[in-house]
């Protein structure tokens, strides 16, 4: 089974400033996906970037964006410019490609991030 | 477009009580998804469904029941209320890997407490 390892319960950046938040999973399968999730106090499940892991190059939406190490297993988020509105809980997540039996969303515990003004 | 619907937002039950969550989808996505979230933690999944008529167990799928019969409705049941299920529940639905977009959509999530 497939595991998601956030290390960093909090972390926090002054605002306009960049924070890295660290991901890191562990899996036998050579292809899947992977996912930064935000969840503002609104409670809310919301997608910040995705990562498919056949591609080399790194997800990029705006001011996020992801390292992706494959052969580490490592998958961070980088926010830049960080705003008052980026304070939330951060997911990182996995899921595998259709396999009946084995499809889910697996989560990390979560990186709390605060932005301080 | 609405999405994902869940209902109630919050609910308080009795141990012993048994309710029904209910979620809707309405974008013809064939997998959906119940997940629970407790303080603190990441989201655990309860129960997920591949199509109407296909369900299937996640990790923590005691004390719960699910249904399919349409593409749209997938509702989680608690049939006997305990404690330990005091927790914020998401629905998700997606469409499978390779077709389309693969990401979930979530609902906005059922805060229920169990006393």
């Known amino acids: 089974a497939q595991t998601v390892t956030q290390s960093q319960p909090e972390m926090s950046v002054q605002e306009a400033e960049t924070v890295t938040l660290s991901c890191t999973y562990d899996?036998?399968?050579?292809?899947?996906?992977l996912f930064w999730y935000k969840q503002p106090p609104s409670r809310q499940m919301i997608l910040v970037i995705r990562?498919?892991?056949?591609?080399?190059q790194n997800a990029t939406e705006n001011r996020f964006s992801v390292n992706f190490q494959k052969a580490a297993k490592s998958f961070s988020l980088k926010i830049s410019d960080s705003q008052l509105g980026d304070a939330a809980m951060y997911f990182c997540?996995?899921?595998?490609?259709?396999?009946?039996?084995?499809?889910?969303?697996?989560f990390g515990t979560g990186t709390r991030l605060t932005i301080i003004p | 477009n609405a999405g994902v619907t869940q209902t109630p937002k919050f609910r308080i039950l009795k141990i012993g009580q048994s309710m029904t969550l209910q979620c809707t989808q309405d974008?013809?996505?064939?997998?959906m998804y119940w997940y629970r979230q407790d303080p603190g933690m990441g989201l655990k999944l309860i129960y997920y469904s591949v199509g109407a008529g296909i369900t299937d167990k996640g990790e923590v799928p005691n004390g719960y029941n699910v249904s399919r019969s349409t593409t749209e409705d997938f509702p989680l049941r608690l049939e006997l209320a305990a404690p330990s299920q005091t927790s914020v529940y998401f629905c998700?639905?997606?469409?499978?890997?390779?077709?389309?977009?693969?990401?979930?959509?979530f609902g906005s999530g059922t805060r229920l407490t169990v006393v």
């Open positions: 997540a996995y899921r595998s490609l259709p396999n009946f039996g084995n499809e889910k969303l697996t």
């Open positions: 899996t036998s399968e050579s292809d899947y996906y």
């Open positions: 974008m013809n996505h064939n997998y």
């Open positions: 998700a639905s997606s469409y499978p890997p390779g077709q389309g977009y693969y990401g979930y959509t």
């Open positions: 990562q498919e892991a056949y591609k080399q």
